[in-house]
T-cell receptor, first 111, second 115 residues
Framework: KAGVTQTPRYLIKTRGQQVTLSCSPI?????VSWYQQTPGQGLQFLFE???????NKGNFPGRFSGRQFSNSRSEMNVSTLELGDSALYLC??????????FGPGTRLTVL | KQEVTQIPAALSVPEGENLVLNCSFT??????LQWFRQDPGKGLTSLLL?????REQTSGRLNASLDKSSGRSTLYIAASQPGDSATYLC??????????????FGKGTKLSVKP
């Protein structure tokens, strides 16, 4: 069974731009969660989607948004990028509320 | 608010040694607790998941325990190998309004196993 895939793997953007990251969960998994990882703050929860509905949201500004499609694929969008948004963005999928399986991440650099 | 702490931040051991990584959490009302490893620049690999009703889980050379009353979990690695070198993260899952997909992570323990 294929694992969680994330595209693109690397992105370089400039301040003020917006970016969209994509995540394809393991087949059959309905829950997708997104996390931001930085050296200073570690791993922080962004949001969780289940069956196209956002179930939970972390403490991030409204510039961070996401959605989930009927095939469980998910996208997250960051508008008006800031230097501090440079991070590794990880998504994870699970069947319901069990083990979360992580993708390889998207490395976002904001210049 | 749940907080997860991992001590030490870094650990270096010789090959073959048995070792214990520690994780503590402030809110005992966890749904489950998971241990992950992360290799440099990579995503997270799930190692073990312990449900709140369980005391321990084992997989190969790994054994994870959970003590909700004291707010602690440990990851025991037997007969360590250089390939075990990685950052180990523990994460607590809480039940917020029916959602358990919010993992709260510790900062990790960076393990180095010397040949």
């Amino acid at each position: 069974k294929a694992g969680v895939t994330q595209t693109p793997r690397y992105l370089i953007k400039t301040r003020g731009q917006q970016v969209t990251l994509s995540c394809s969960p393991i087949s059959g998994h309905r829950s997708v969660s997104w996390y931001q990882q930085t050296p200073g703050q570690g791993l922080q929860f962004l949001f969780e989607y289940f069956s196209e509905t956002q179930r939970n949201k972390g403490n991030f500004p409204g510039r961070f948004s996401g959605r989930q499609f009927s095939n469980s694929r998910s996208e997250m969008n960051v508008s008006t990028l800031e230097l501090g948004d440079s991070a590794l963005y990880l998504c994870a999928s699970s069947f319901y509320a069990d083990t979360q399986y992580f993708g390889p991440g998207t490395r976002l650099t904001v210049l | 608010k749940q907080e997860v702490t991992q001590i030490p931040a870094a650990l270096s051991v010789p090959e073959g040694e048995n070792l214990v990584l520690n994780c503590s959490f402030t809110d005992s009302a966890i749904y489950n607790l998971q241990w992950f490893r992360q290799d440099p620049g990579k995503g997270l690999t799930s190692l073990l998941l312990i449900q709140s009703s369980q005391r321990e889980q084992t997989s190969g050379r790994l054994n994870a325990s959970l003590d909700k009353s004291s707010g602690r979990s440990t990851l025991y690695i037997a007969a360590s190998q250089p390939g075990d070198s990685a950052t180990y993260l523990c994460a607590a899952s809480m039940n917020y309004g029916g959602s358990q997909g919010n993992l709260i992570f510790g900062k990790g323990t960076k393990l180095s196993v010397k040949p």
